[in-house]
């Protein structure tokens, strides 16, 4: 079976397991004895935003990047819903399956959401903690201030939360293969020269249909109903966690995910982490920035 590298940008090996239950795919490239760097993406995107980042690490470390469940190339089962816990369930399971140890966590997203959800429930599976523009709600008492402050100036988080009041949210995510880049754009990339025929089809090729569409959908109607519950770890998880290295790459020009009212989350939990921020790039700072964040993470893992 022929298998699209969308002009070459993603060469790396499919493969699947069926351990969550779904047909799920990721990539695992690297030595098989080297360290787990975990990559978590996001809305709506899949493995292929973290490609610079596994050519970049790939020679040192074992480099996992599953796509969540109707992202990517994973299945879109029916039956199954798309809330938060859901896709901390199958990742949990990914995990266990491929029984991952010693692992980096790389989040981007909503995959800092999920990320810190196996994080609490599996701590000592974790060696590090990055994240990239990347929430990392870990129970702080004010994470629903924050998530409220954000919403508040995010024009992704006020259009969906009037879509699905409207009741047009599915009508218009459920059409992502014909509107990807309005969408992208509107969650925020600053390099429009990346835009092409193959970076198109990466990221919208999976949306074909609207029922093609039930992740992203979910995604963003959790948000708007409040359907998703954040995993909140016992006493012992967090200080387990909070021990860990850990690091923050935020793209000040992230509209979506506002600096202002994440990081600190970020800085409670892990007070000594070190938070790089870099000017004019968005939130898909793995798009704008591939670079600097790859030899950030390099350093990072190096130097602890």
Same mark, same amino acid.
């Given at each position: 079976?022929?298998?699209?590298t ?10 699947? =397991?069926?351990a969550?239950?779904? *047909?799920?795919?990721f990539?695992? /490239?690297?030595?098989a004895?080297g /360290? ?6 996001g809305e ?9 980042l596994?050519a970049?690490?790939?020679? =040192? ?11 990517g190339?994973?299945e =879109?089962?029916?039956?199954?819903s ?7 369930d199958?990742?949990e ?5 491929l ?16 990320g ?8 000592d ?13 870990? !129970? ?11 919403a ?13 009041? /409207? ?11 014909f ?7 509107l ?14 089809r990466?990221? !919208?090729a999976?949306?074909?249909?609207p ?14 109903? !409040? ?9 012992a ?6 021990a860990?290295?850990?690091? *923050? ?10 600096a ?18 870099l000017?004019?790039v ?11 964040? *790859?030899?950030?993470?390099? =350093? ?5």
């Amino acid at each position: 079976m022929r298998v699209d590298t969308f002009d070459g940008m993603y060469p790396y090996t499919p493969r699947f =397991t069926d351990a969550p239950g779904f *047909a799920m795919h990721f990539v695992d /490239e690297g030595p098989a004895d080297g /360290e787990v760097v975990l990559c978590l993406h996001g809305e709506p995107t899949w493995g292929f935003l973290f490609r610079h980042l596994i050519a970049a690490l790939r020679g =040192t470390h074992r480099v996992v990047v599953p796509d969540h469940m109707g992202f990517g190339r994973s299945e =879109t089962p029916p039956s199954r819903s798309y809330w938060l816990q859901d896709h901390i369930d199958n990742l949990e399971r990914f995990v266990l399956a491929l029984d991952l140890r010693g692992i980096t966590l790389v989040m981007h997203d909503f995959g800092g959401a999920v990320g810190m959800g196996l994080a609490s429930r599996h701590p000592d599976r974790i060696r590090r903690i990055v994240s990239v523009n990347g929430p990392t709600p870990f !129970g702080q008492a004010t994470l629903g201030e924050r998530l409220a402050a954000n919403a508040a100036v995010s024009p992704w988080f006020q259009w969906i939360v009037r879509a699905e009041s /409207e009741g047009r949210l599915e009508v218009v995510l459920g059409e992502l293969g014909f509107n990807i880049l309005s969408t992208l754009k509107l969650n925020g990339f600053e390099d429009h020269r990346l835009i092409n025929d193959a970076w198109l089809r990466a990221y !919208g090729a999976r949306f074909a249909t609207p029922a093609d569409c039930a992740g992203a959908i979910g995604w963003a109607k959790g948000v708007a109903t !409040g359907a998703h519950r954040f995993e909140m770890p016992d006493a012992a998880a967090r200080r387990a966690i909070a021990a860990k290295p850990a690091m *923050a790459i935020w793209g000040m020009a992230d509209r979506t995910l506002h600096a202002e009212h994440f990081l600190p989350l970020f800085s409670a939990l892990f007070p000594g982490g070190p938070v790089h921020r870099l000017p004019g790039v968005g939130h898909y700072s793995l798009e704008d920035a591939p670079d600097a964040i *790859a030899n950030r993470i390099a =350093t990072f893992l190096a130097q602890t």
